[in-house]
């Protein structure tokens, strides 16, 4: 017998009396009538078949009993229910799209004088989308270059130097390519010397730096000979492509296939994390 004058038979048979039905919400502090054990609901679990609920006692200890008859809720026997569903508060996130820990109620640093290059708007959107916090927090601005043919000028019109540094990005930089002979010439460029990193991936195009898994397709579509590439991709995936605005809107729909680090190839986040680090070096926060 309890306390309470009910014997654990007598509140665990529903036909006797109709008890109030009280969901097992984590918190709700319960007596379980036959054994006498007082604690906080943990959790609900099943366990051989069966819904369990978690106690813990006042000294962190937990014993598992069987939601329905049975408890006791602020001296009312109450038969206990699944907890309701509830739509769960958005988890804070710990990481950034780029894998990095986000850092929090920091202002974006002024920005420095060093950059980061990258051939075109659609690099720089990418770059921006999953290494946006990370630039940010270390004061790096992304700037598309429109295309590297005059590389070398462009180099020696930032004037590189130990505070002005510059870490480019190249499409296609491939031993024996165009770019690679152009990237060469623009490393050649007085300054440039330890100041100047220029760095690349092998795809035609940054888009090819989307893992074609993201898109649903087992690999990016083969563009024929003579056929403009933006265009023969979204022909390939059956997307709309005759116009300017088609590649455009194109783009901005693989672009937003892209959620974090994990949809892009390990070639491409290598390199970006490599010239993030070339442009930090040395450099302490206060």
Request: net charge positive.
């Amino acid at each position: 017998m309890s306390q309470f004058g009910w014997g654990a038979r007598d509140i665990s048979a529903p036909k006797r009396q109709a008890l109030r039905r009280v969901p097992a919400a984590r918190g709700l502090l319960l007596e379980d009538v036959e054994s006498g054990w007082v604690g906080e609901v943990v959790r609900v679990e099943k366990s051989g078949g069966l819904r369990m609920v978690v106690l813990e006692d006042r000294r962190g200890k937990t014993r598992s009993f069987r939601t329905g008859y049975g408890f006791l809720l602020e001296g009312e026997p109450v038969e206990l229910t699944e907890p309701v569903a509830t739509a769960a508060a958005p988890a804070t996130p710990v990481r950034s799209a780029s894998g990095s820990r986000l850092v929090t109620g920091l202002k974006a640093r002024t920005a420095r004088a060093s950059r980061i290059w990258v051939e075109g708007k659609h690099d720089a959107e990418l770059v921006e989308k999953v290494w946006g916090h990370d630039l940010r927090v270390e004061g790096i601005v992304v700037e598309p270059l429109h295309g590297v043919d005059d590389l070398a000028a462009a180099v020696r019109g930032f004037a590189p130097g130990p505070q002005r540094k510059l870490g480019i990005l190249v499409d296609h930089l491939v031993t024996g390519s165009k770019e690679a002979r152009i990237a060469a010439e623009a490393m050649r460029v007085p300054g440039a010397a330890g100041h100047v990193l220029i760095v690349g991936h092998p795809y035609i195009d940054v888009w090819q730096a989307i893992r074609p898994k993201v898109l649903g397709i087992s690999a990016w579509p083969v563009v024929p000979r003579g056929t403009d590439w933006k265009t023969g991709i979204l022909k390939g995936l059956g997307w709309e492509h005759a116009t300017v605005t088609d590649v455009a809107l194109g783009w901005k729909r693989l672009l937003g296939q892209v959620n974090s680090y994990a949809d892009l190839e390990p070639s491409l986040l290598a390199r970006v994390e490599e010239v993030i680090d070339f442009l930090t070096a040395g450099d302490h926060r206060d």
